[in-house]
């Protein structure tokens, strides 16, 4: 059992730039979702990908988009970077009728 | 709308007080119910959720459909259960919903 990998850990971009962060899930977790974790506040749900299709999405801008890739990989692209996307960005995964989630240790993003 | 409360962002009791961590939930229907924990610079990990009705680390959470709440309990807490606890909910295959976490500080 590998875990949920995320990377880079932390990531520095300016206001108007585009970025990927990438995480590697677990073999046979095929669901994997993406959250934000502003600074003293819980996860939010950004969206979630079920066999390479997005089932499901939270209130983020389409800027925010995603991949997932048949190896248990996946991306979360962010466009057009705003100030107030400077955040904690954590991948979870988890295997089909099993909801508990796997956490990835996250990629810190800051955006100046 | 799906929402999970966490009433305290802090919480702090003495080594071997019973603590507390409350949690309600508004849903409709029955979702599935977990807490999560993360100690000092480790990832976010899965506690227990509500359908094991398991004991981990000493902690138990009661699931109470008529006040929708899940709060988390431990008899005698230990210096080792500092850390940031959520409540989270999940239903019907969607998004897993947190609350705003407790920081829960065990003073010796």
């Known amino acids: 059992e590998t875990g949920v990998t995320q990377s880079p850990t932390h990531l520095i971009k300016t206001r108007g730039q585009q970025v990927t962060l990438r995480c590697s899930s677990q073999?046979?977790?095929?669901?994997v979702s993406w959250y934000q974790q502003a600074l003293g506040q819980g996860p939010q749900f950004i969206f979630q990908?079920?066999?390479?299709?997005?089932?499901g999405r939270g209130n983020f801008p389409p800027r925010f988009s995603g991949l997932q890739f048949p190896n248990y990989s996946s991306e979360l692209n962010v466009n057009a970077l705003e100030l107030d996307d400077s955040a904690l960005y954590l991948c979870a995964s988890r295997p089909p009728q099993d909801y508990g989630y796997t956490f990835g240790s996250g990629t810190r993003l800051t955006v100046v | 709308a799906q929402r999970v409360t966490q009433p305290e962002k802090l919480l702090s009791v003495f080594k071997g007080a019973p603590v507390e961590l409350k949690c309600n939930y508004s849903?409709?229907?029955?979702?599935?119910l977990f807490w999560y924990v993360q100690y000092s610079r480790q990832r976010l990990q899965l506690l227990l959720r509500?359908?094991s009705r398991e004991s981990i680390k000493g902690f138990t959470a009661d699931l109470n459909k008529g006040e929708t709440s899940f709060h988390l309990k431990k008899p005698f807490a230990q210096e080792e259960d500092s850390a940031m606890y959520y409540c989270a909910a999940f239903q019907g295959a969607q998004k897993l919903v947190f609350g705003q976490g407790t920081r829960l500080t065990i003073n010796p």
């Open positions: 509500h359908i």
């Open positions: 849903y409709s229907g029955s979702p599935e």
């Open positions: 073999s046979g977790h095929n669901t």
């Open positions: 990908y079920y066999r390479e299709e997005e089932n």
